[in-house]
């Protein structure tokens, strides 16, 4: 028997655990939400570097801020550019204690569940019902109203630096 659900997020890194910890809220309490990570569990994986909101901004995740930077430096064939800003500042966390901090908060809501070994072997496209069916390489299958992949798109060395800057920019009448 198919398991049902609301969200299904395939992928715990970074966005995926990050969206899970927002859905844990209170407020998404009506909803089933499932995440399946394909690594059995979680280490150190590597650190998170972002431009930080504007100087003095918190969000959920600012005191687990390993550094920010004011000041960087950019070089191209032997030319050197250096901006300093205190509005606009570059910050890093390591994952580990990001994966604490977002286990934690979704250790705490019930309807949310975040499944370790647990690789994705397909997503099929919504069915009759308008579900999405997602298989696990272990064959389990759910039915789930919406999806969220959060794989990277394509696997790299982990001996290699990668910043990806690929993603939708959203647009609101106000602050969300």
């Known amino acids: 028997m198919e398991k049902q659900l609301d969200i299904v997020i395939v992928g715990g890194g970074l966005s995926g655990l990050a969206l899970a910890a927002e859905l844990a809220a209170p407020e998404f309490a009506a909803l089933s ?17 972002y431009w930080a909101p504007t100087a003095g901004t918190q969000h959920r995740y600012s005191a687990l801020e390993r550094a920010r930077w004011f000041q960087w430096a950019v070089s ?28 934690q908060t979704i250790a705490q809501a019930a309807h949310v569940q975040l499944q370790l070994g647990s690789g994705v072997a397909s997503i099929a ?14 064959g389990a299958t759910m039915q789930a109203r919406w999806t969220f992949d959060a794989r990277p798109p394509q696997q790299v060395a982990q001996s290699t630096l990668v910043q ?3 993603g939708w920019e959203v647009h609101t009448e106000h602050d969300a």
Do not use: I
């Open 33 to 49: 939400v499932l995440v399946l990570e394909k690594r059995p569990a979680y280490l150190r994986d590597r650190t998170w570097s």
């Open 125 to 138: 496209a919504p069915s009759a019902n308008q579900c999405v069916t997602v298989t696990t390489e272990q």
């Open 164 to 166: 990806q800057f690929a």
């Open 76 to 103: 191209l064939d032997g030319r050197t550019c250096q901006h300093t800003s205190r509005q606009h500042t570059y910050a890093t966390l390591d994952a580990d204690a990001f994966y604490t901090a977002a286990m």
